[in-house]
C-alpha cells in the first residue's frame, strides 16, 4: 500500500482510505469492526468519518452513531489507536439534525470536537475537516446553478479567521494535529491557506471533494492548488456511489443497496449517467479488468491523491475495492478512459 503526505504535516496516510458513511444504517456495529479489521490488514492506515454520519439513516438512526461505532473499536484496540489516522468532520449552516443547522463557528466546534472525541473514545483527532463552507458549495451538483455573487467577502474573511484561530488553539491544546476541508473550492482554499499565514494557525492539510471518473470538476484550478500548495485530494466517491460497479444498469435498483435509499444518488442519476458508466464498464470489460478496480486504481494515476476512500456494505465489495492497489492501469487503459471522459464529461 503506497504512502502519501498528508500535506505539510509530516503524517502519511494510505493511498486507500476507508470510509464509514454506512454504518449504523446499511451495516451494524460488527460489521463495521470487521471493516476496519481487513482494511487495517490489507495495509490501510486511514479512516474517515463525520459527526453527521451516517449520511442515510434508517428510522432511529442518529447522528454520531458511525463515529460510536468507531469509537468501540478504538476502545477494544488501544495498542492499534497510534498506527490509525482518524479523520472526522464538523457539520454547518442547513445540517437540521445537528445544532438547529447553524453554521460552523468557534461555539460550534468546540461542541463538536468534545462531542466526536467522546464517540470515538480518543483523545485526539487527527485530522479534523469542515464538512462545508458556511458561504455554500458548487459541490453535490449545485455547479449548475451556481452563483457566488451572494457572499459578502467581510464575512467570510472574519468566519476565516475565527476559525483558524480556533484551530491553532486545538492543534496547541492536542485535541486535534490537522486541519481540512471538504467541498471548497479554488478561491476558497487558497483564502484558507493565507488567512493561517497570516495569523500563524495551521494550514489546510487535505481537500476532501467528490472525484471519480465521472465527476472531475477537481482537474483544472483546485489540481493545480494542490500541486502548488501541497495540499491532496481525499476523493470521496471514488466510484461514483456504486454506479461505476455496473450494479445499476438497466437502471436497476438492487435491494440494500444505497439507491433504495435515495433514489436519485444524490442527483448523481441522469439521462446521461447510465451511458456514461456502459462507457466505462466497456473499457474494463475489454481489458479484463474489475470496473471498480480499474476506478480506484486510475484514481492513484491522478497526480493531486493523497487519498481514495471508498466505502463497503458487503465484505467482497470491501476484499475488491482493497486488491485495487494491485492493479495497475496500461497506457492503453488510460487512452480509452480519456476518450469516454471526452465523450461523456460530467454526466451529472
Not at 88 to 108: F, H
Not at 263 to 286: E, F, H, N, S
Request: proline share 5%; hydrophobic share 40%.
Amino acid at each position: 500500500m503506497q504512502m502519501n503526505p498528508l500535506g505539510r504535516t509530516g503524517m502519511t496516510v494510505t493511498e486507500l482510505c476507508l470510509g464509514s458513511m454506512t454504518w449504523a444504517s446499511q451495516n451494524t456495529e460488527a460489521e463495521g469492526h470487521r471493516q476496519i479489521d481487513m482494511a487495517l490488514d490489507h495495509g490501510v492506515n486511514f479512516i474517515d468519518t463525520a459527526e453527521m454520519y451516517p449520511a442515510n439513516p434508517p428510522a432511529g438512526a442518529q447522528c454520531g452513531d458511525t463515529e460510536a461505532i468507531l469509537g468501540t473499536w478504538i476502545a477494544a484496540n488501544r495498542a492499534r489507536r497510534k498506527s490509525v489516522i482518524v479523520a472526522t468532520k464538523v457539520s454547518g449552516a442547513g445540517m437540521r439534525r445537528l445544532r438547529d443547522g447553524a453554521p460552523i463557528s468557534r461555539a460550534t466546534i468546540a461542541e463538536a470536537v468534545a462531542g466526536s472525541l467522546k464517540r470515538l473514545q480518543t483523545d485526539v483527532i487527527d485530522l479534523y475537516q469542515l464538512h462545508w463552507p458556511n458561504r455554500g458549495s458548487y459541490m453535490f451538483r449545485q455547479n449548475w446553478g451556481y452563483d457566488p455573487t451572494r457572499q459578502d467577502s467581510d464575512q467570510v474573511a472574519d468566519h476565516m479567521a475565527e476559525v483558524i484561530d480556533c484551530m491553532d488553539e486545538l492543534v496547541k491544546a492536542g485535541t486535534v494535529r490537522a486541519f481540512g476541508l471538504s467541498n471548497e473550492s479554488a478561491w476558497g482554499t487558497a483564502r484558507w491557506l493565507a488567512v493561517a499565514e497570516a495569523r500563524g494557525g495551521p494550514r489546510v492539510a487535505s481537500m476532501q471533494n467528490e472525484y471519480s471518473l465521472m465527476c472531475r470538476l477537481y482537474d483544472t484550478d483546485m489540481a493545480e492548488l494542490s500541486h502548488h500548495e501541497d495540499v491532496g485530494l481525499l476523493a470521496f466517491s471514488p466510484l461514483a456511489c456504486g454506479i461505476l460497479s455496473g450494479k445499476y444498469q438497466g437502471d436497476a435498483t438492487p435491494e440494500g443497496s444505497r439507491r433504495a435509499l435515495g433514489g436519485t444518488l444524490g442527483g448523481r442519476m441522469t439521462p446521461r449517467t447510465l451511458p456514461a458508466a456502459q462507457a466505462y464498464l466497456d473499457i474494463a470489460k475489454r481489458h479484463g479488468l474489475d470496473p471498480c478496480q480499474m476506478a480506484l486504481a486510475w484514481c492513484r494515476t491522478r497526480p493531486f491523491m493523497a487519498s481514495a476512500i471508498f466505502g463497503a456494505t458487503k465484505e467482497d465489495q470491501l476484499e475488491t475495492a482493497l486488491k485495487s492497489v494491485e492493479v495497475t492501469l496500461s497506457g492503453e487503459v488510460m487512452e480509452d478512459i480519456d476518450a469516454a471522459h471526452r465523450a461523456h464529461p460530467m454526466p451529472f
